[in-house]
């Protein structure tokens, strides 16, 4: 599978954040993990992406899984905690949350530029070393 490109998600949502990205991470593993085809394989759910920075998950997510807003197989709750859930009516579910190390290096953003920084380090990353994945069967 063709990964999204660090240009295209900025082209779609604007500008370049550490959430952006790890929408994006996100989906590909969702896709991943429960076997589905982008755009119509899998129902998202996110929990606690209200308010930005943390909603840019969001655009990550449509962009990586291909659910939208238009087709109606993503959505948002309301949650202190950022979770994420993916469906896959074929083949179950899992849940992801973020790993507390990188829930303090985000919360430990200041500027604009660390920011940046820590987006292109996070695209480079290997999922599994951010976020706690849960299969739920
Ligand atoms: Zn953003």
């Known amino acids: 599978m063709k990964r999204v ?8 949502h604007g500008h370049l954040g550490p959430y952006l990205v790890l929408g994006i991470l996100a989906g590909e593993l969702g896709l991943e993990k429960l076997k589905a085809k982008k755009y119509f394989g899998l129902d998202v759910s996110v929990w606690g992406a ?3 920075p943390r909603s840019c998950l969001i655009d990550g997510l449509q962009l990586s899984t291909g659910s939208t807003y238009g087709k ?8 202190n905690r ?14 992801l949350t973020l790993k507390d190390e990188l829930i303090n290096n985000l919360n430990a953003l200041k500027r604009h530029a660390d920011s940046e920084a820590l987006a ?3 695209f480079k990353a290997a999922a599994s070393g951010l976020f706690n994945l849960k299969t739920n069967t």
Do not use: M, W
Request: charged share 35%; net charge positive; with cysteine.
């Open 5 to 12: 490109s660090l240009k295209e998600a900025i082209k779609f």
């Open 50 to 52: 209200d308010h930005k």
């Open 72 to 79: 109606g197989n993503i959505k948002k709750l309301q949650g």
């Open 82 to 95: 950022i979770k994420i859930v993916f469906n896959n009516n074929d083949c179950g579910k899992i849940t």
């Open 120 to 122: 292109r380090k996070l």
